[in-house]
């Protein structure tokens, strides 16, 4: 399996396939990208039109009647959601109730394991515990229904004080393409098993390791504040954004890049070759198989590898930006002039780093997470994939 700065890109395509959802929104997810792309042809193995999808609630703080799954998301450009049979329906703005948001809960079995059946699409499961999600059906910027996504890292979001989480997924005729995301926060620890031409599973959490991020962040300066009761950690990036986390905290590190980079050149390896890049006239020019530039990037630009860092779907920008933005989040672009870097032991050794993403990555057991949107660079994030898909069970681990 290829990283992702050797292959398509496709989050771009995806938030702009969500539409209404992500517009719509109190705030634009930073969706972790894996899952949701392009991720093979037509000519590759065709999987089933259904995919079993088994709900295991081991999660020791909350019985099966307090847990609500919601299957979210798009199928051939509209939104959708999947009823309790397994039914695709689209989103429709009848279906706010009384309180003005929709019911689109899907109950577990009253004990044991919950049995359902995932149709072809696009979207996220959540996991709601102890109270339901608040979906809104709205109208978008095109007048199509669309779906406004819960937001646990905007304070004035209706879904705010509820304890829940979520996993990715693309499922089409070229497979099972999943994984748990940390982008925009933790709050319950989940983990994937994919069966089919293998068995996999991602995103566990060792035994504990909730309480580990919870504790590890709170005496982390400058992070303490992302950490909100015992429901959630709120990504740094959307921490900036709520006031929570310093506007600057990277440019230090930033400006010591731009300054050791204007005296040597940084090469940067992906599938279209090797692309050498030094800092003139204060942008960082690349030269290569394709030739472009990048202005220099803000604190926010890091946190969400977008803004300067923007990654396009290009086969040759926008896998370099993937790389520099994880070579910013994981603090290895000083510590060597050559890049990628897949050594995970030297990820995160300076003080200015991104500590959420250190810490997600420590309290996984196997050591991926998606603690970033570019995660993915050298294959260390929380994603799996399977061409001929059996079956997919989504497991609540405890907490």
Same mark, same amino acid.
């Given at each position: 399996?290829?990283?992702?700065?050797?292959?398509?890109?496709?989050?771009?395509?995806?938030?702009?396939?969500?539409?209404?959802?992500?517009?719509?929104?109190?705030?634009?997810?930073?969706?972790?990208?894996?899952?949701?792309?392009?991720?093979?042809?037509?000519?590759?193995?065709?999987?089933?039109?259904?995919?079993?999808?088994?709900?295991?609630?081991?999660?020791?703080?909350?019985?099966?009647?307090?847990?609500?799954?919601?299957? #979210?998301?798009?199928?051939?450009?509209?939104?959708? @959601? #999947?009823?309790?049979?397994?039914?695709?329906?689209?989103?429709?703005?009848?279906?706010?109730?009384?309180?003005?948001?929709?019911?689109?809960?899907?109950?577990?079995?009253?004990?044991?394991?919950? @049995?359902?059946?995932?149709?072809?699409?696009?979207?996220?499961?959540?996991?709601?515990?102890? +109270?339901?999600?608040?979906?809104?059906?709205?109208?978008?910027?095109?007048?199509?229904?669309?779906? +406004?996504?819960?937001?646990?890292?905007?304070?004035?979001?209706?879904?705010?004080?509820?304890?829940?989480?979520?996993?990715?997924?693309?499922?089409?005729?070229?497979?099972?393409?999943?994984?748990?995301?940390?982008?925009?926060?933790?709050?319950?620890?989940?983990?994937?098993?994919?069966?089919?031409?293998?068995? +996999?599973?991602?995103?566990?959490?060792?035994?504990?390791?909730?309480?580990?991020?919870?504790?590890?962040?709170?005496?982390?300066?400058?992070?303490?504040?992302?950490? *909100?009761?015992?429901?959630?950690?709120?990504?740094?990036?959307?921490?900036?954004?709520?006031?929570?986390?310093? +506007?600057?905290?990277?440019? %230090?590190?930033?400006?010591?890049?731009?300054?050791?980079?204007?005296?040597?050149?940084?090469?940067?390896?992906?599938?279209?070759?090797?692309?050498?890049?030094?800092?003139?006239?204060?942008?960082?020019?690349?030269?290569? %198989?394709?030739?472009?530039?990048?202005?220099?990037?803000?604190?926010?630009?890091?946190?969400?590898?977008?803004?300067?860092?923007?990654?396009?779907?290009?086969?040759? @920008?926008?896998?370099?930006?993937?790389?520099?933005?994880?070579?910013?989040?994981?603090?290895?672009?000083?510590?060597?002039?050559?890049?990628?870097?897949?050594?995970?032991?030297?990820?995160?050794?300076?003080?200015?780093?991104?500590?959420?993403?250190?810490?997600?990555?420590?309290?996984?057991?196997?050591?991926?997470?998606?603690?970033?949107?570019?995660?993915?660079?050298?294959?260390?994030?929380?994603?799996?994939?399977?061409?001929?898909?059996?079956?997919?069970?989504?497991? *609540?681990? %405890?907490?």
């Amino acid at each position: 399996m290829a990283s992702r700065h050797q292959r398509p890109l496709g989050r771009r395509k995806f938030l702009a396939a969500l539409g209404g959802a992500a517009v719509a929104a109190p705030a634009i997810a930073a969706i972790a990208p894996h899952a949701l792309a392009d991720t093979a042809s037509k000519n590759e193995t065709s999987a089933a039109q259904s995919l079993p999808l088994t709900i295991v609630n081991n999660s020791g703080a909350f019985n099966n009647t307090s847990v609500h799954v919601y299957i #979210v998301g798009n199928q051939d450009g509209r939104q959708v @959601r #999947v009823t309790p049979d397994g039914r695709l329906a689209p989103i429709s703005l009848s279906d706010n109730g009384g309180d003005g948001f929709t019911d689109y809960a899907i109950p577990l079995a009253s004990s044991g394991e919950t @049995r359902l059946s995932l149709p072809q699409m696009s979207g996220r499961i959540y996991v709601a515990l102890g +109270q339901k999600l608040k979906f809104k059906a709205v109208v978008d910027g095109n007048g199509n229904p669309a779906l +406004q996504y819960p937001a646990g890292w905007v304070s004035s979001d209706p879904n705010y004080r509820v304890l829940h989480d979520c996993v990715e997924f693309t499922f089409n005729s070229a497979g099972m393409f999943c994984n748990t995301t940390m982008v925009d926060m933790f709050s319950v620890p989940l983990s994937i098993r994919l069966t089919g031409a293998r068995n +996999q599973t991602t995103g566990a959490v060792r035994s504990g390791g909730r309480a580990a991020a919870f504790n590890a962040l709170r005496q982390t300066e400058g992070f303490s504040r992302l950490v *909100l009761d015992d429901l959630r950690v709120i990504a740094p990036g959307h921490g900036l954004d709520a006031g929570l986390f310093a +506007q600057d905290y990277f440019a %230090p590190y930033i400006d010591e890049v731009w300054g050791t980079y204007t005296g040597r050149d940084l090469r940067v390896t992906t599938n279209a070759g090797t692309f050498t890049g030094r800092v003139r006239g204060g942008r960082f020019s690349f030269d290569g %198989p394709a030739s472009f530039a990048f202005d220099k990037p803000s604190t926010r630009d890091v946190l969400f590898c977008h803004g300067a860092l923007a990654a396009p779907n290009d086969g040759t @920008r926008g896998p370099v930006a993937a790389v520099l933005g994880a070579g910013f989040n994981r603090s290895t672009l000083l510590s060597s002039a050559t890049q990628p870097t897949t050594d995970a032991a030297s990820f995160y050794r300076t003080p200015i780093t991104n500590h959420y993403a250190k810490v997600m990555h420590s309290v996984t057991d196997n050591g991926r997470a998606y603690g970033f949107a570019f995660d993915d660079v050298a294959d260390f994030a929380s994603y799996i994939e399977d061409n001929a898909p059996a079956e997919i069970r989504l497991t *609540l681990t %405890p907490f």
